[in-house]
């Protein structure tokens, strides 16, 4: 008789409920039981999918940057490439606010004490960034941004809008300047600082908002993400 084989779904279900655990409770709240238990499965489960807990919250990291790249991979280059880096913010944002314990854990926000994590593994989702590099490039040739470095460029991006997602998530902005309103005025300053114009970046800014809701409806089930994409090797 051959071995049964992993179900995915329960995988991915073991690492949403394990994330979950871990961002509310901290590592105690991580257990094999009440994984098995909030899941519907055998304690086992833990060890054929991931040889045990360490590797579970590797696979929590892993999992939460290919989500963020398959949000950015339903953004399609356009004849606007400040519509498109402006855009890759909106889908970082939405990754964010649609796997927050993911997003906790894959960021070093959310302790996991005993469950040890190797530079390898804490630099894994980088190669997202790489996706950012190559729009912040079509920038600058374009001449909308007077940057030289498109890295140092899609750096600035990323720590920005990170910030902005991780004060929201942890419901710090409130009105009269709540995500919305910092998140919209953040957009536009970063690109000014790159050396667009206002009224230009604006009117990009706007273009992306647009593109944003035609992909809220063609990529609503994101969440549980049929086949995210790998990392490079």
């Given at each position: 008789m051959s071995p049964r084989r992993a179900d995915p779904e329960l995988r991915l279900a073991l690492i949403d409920i394990g994330a979950r655990l871990l961002a509310e409770g901290g590592p105690r709240a991580l257990s094999t039981r009440r994984l098995a238990a909030e899941a519907g499965c055998s304690t086992q489960?833990?060890?054929?999918?991931?040889?045990?807990?360490?590797?579970?919250?590797?696979?929590?990291?892993?999992?939460?940057?290919?989500?963020?790249?398959?949000?950015?991979?339903?953004?399609?280059?356009?004849?606007?490439?400040?519509?498109?880096?402006?855009?890759?913010?909106?889908?970082?944002?939405r990754n964010g606010g649609r796997n927050p314990h993911l997003y906790a854990i894959m960021f070093g926000t959310t302790t996991h004490t005993g469950y040890r994590l190797n530079e390898p593994d804490r630099q894994y989702g980088r190669y997202t960034l790489g996706r950012v590099s190559r729009t912040a490039a079509r920038c600058i040739d374009s001449g909308r941004f007077t940057a030289a470095d498109p890295e140092l460029v899609a750096h600035h991006m990323w720590t920005a809008v990170h910030g902005i997602v991780s004060l929201e998530l942890g419901d710090y902005l409130i009105p009269p300047y709540d995500a919305d309103t910092c998140f919209e005025t953040q957009l536009v300053n970063l690109m000014v600082a790159q050396g667009?114009?206002?009224?230009?970046?604006?009117?990009?800014?706007?273009?992306?908002?647009?593109?944003?809701?035609?992909?809220?409806?063609?990529?609503?089930g994101l969440e549980e993400r049929a086949g995210g994409l790998p990392a490079p090797s």
């Open positions: 489960a833990v060890y054929t999918h991931f040889g045990g807990m360490s590797g579970l919250v590797r696979e929590m990291v892993h999992e939460g940057f290919d989500r963020l790249q398959t949000h950015f991979a339903h953004v399609a280059d356009s004849d606007d490439p400040v519509a498109d880096i402006a855009l890759l913010g909106i889908a970082y944002r667009d114009g206002r009224a230009r970046a604006t009117r990009s800014i706007a273009a992306a908002r647009l593109r944003a809701v035609g992909l809220e409806e063609r990529a609503g």
